[in-house]
């Protein structure tokens, strides 16, 4: 999470130390403040819990004979369930679509807090406070856009701490790689996988041609602890992505890091709105509409047949109450826009539902940063 200085000159951004911490639970305020977070108040009657706007954070709690628990790690929850099974209608779009829509536990009896919640647990009674937002549709121009961008990648960090920035070859690394590499500001390049493949290879030739430094990071896959380690992700990544994308991120957990920051461009895909795609040329009528089936096929993913008839059926009615939810908490198309109608559903669903679950988990072992607008 980083805090905001207000300056003469303008504003910048810098990650908060303990002592900015220390200094915001004197005085609480959120309004200087961006980014995910979990703040966490107790009294000796109860304790509650509030999460940010995009959901980026959330916690998992369940109720047990009368007792409650509560964790951002679903592995620890699912010691306290007696035999645990899984939500076939909640996993319906999990498994169906590109990512769920809202912001169901696929667990049973396993509760997940939605964005921009606040839960209370007092004398063992839990209650949720949870409201639907609307960001401020700001108007940026170009220039606008790049400054807000720029002063992300300038942001203040500790002293005898590095950024490490996550170059894949992409559009949207190559366009923070452009702004860190005009900032003049001291950094380290890596890549994740293996030399032979495309985007390494990309990567690499753009790390020459600007004189720059570029570290391979690439898992020994006769490793023991990366094998032993694997249904640990899969637990905290809650199957967004298969068990092999860990082959490249456990090099996460290497000493690399030490001392760095990593910097990532994966959220630049939101602005691309890379999944939404397919609705936007359906059409703004498949919305207005609300024809469930044809938004059903634009988001559909395509994943391996392996349950059975009765459970498929589970499954897409799942899938399709979860789009019918989603459209029913939206605004109207026709006030709000249908671009930017587009652009709320992406930060709504992808942020929380595909960004959030990989994000808390580098926040438990790693400081990571990944440059947003919203």
Known sequence: MCIRDRLDTGSKYKLMSQVDWENYFIKPDLSNLSGHFLKITWSDSGLTITNDKPGLKTIFYLEVNGEVYFSTNLKVILRFLPNPEIN???????????????????????????????????????????????????????????????????????????????????????????????????????????????????????????????????????????????????????????????????????????????????????????????????GKSSISNKNVDKIFSALNFNRADIFKNDSNQILLDGAIDDIQERLNKMPDINTFGFENYLDLLNIKTRFVNYFGPEQMRLDSFITSLMPCLL
């Open 88 to 282: 076939l209608p909640a996993f319906g779009s999990k498994w169906l679509l590109f990512n769920p829509l809202n912001y169901n536990s696929f667990i049973q009896r396993i509760k997940k807090l939605p964005p921009n919640s606040e839960l209370s647990i007092v004398y063992g009674n839990i209650k949720v406070k949870s409201e639907e937002y609307l960001f401020e549709q700001n108007k940026y121009t170009t220039d606008q856009f790049f400054s807000e961008l720029n002063k992300l990648v300038n942001i203040e960090i500790q002293e005898n701490y590095k950024i490490s920035f996550g170059l894949s070859g992409g559009l949207d690394s190559r366009l923070l790689l452009a702004l860190f590499y005009t900032s003049k500001r001291d950094f380290d390049i890596h890549s994740f996988g293996f030399g032979y493949e495309a985007d390494v290879e990309i990567a690499s030739e753009l790390a020459k041609k600007l004189n720059l430094k570029h570290n391979i990071l690439f898992s020994d896959l006769s490793d023991k602890s990366l094998i032993d380690s694997i249904p640990e992700y899969i637990s905290n990544n809650e199957l967004v992505e298969p068990a092999s994308t860990y082959l490249r991120l456990y090099k996460l957990n290497d000493g690399y890091f030490n001392n760095k920051i990593m910097l990532d461009g994966a959220n630049g895909e939101i602005y691309r709105r890379q999944f939404l795609n397919r609705l936007y040329y359906t």
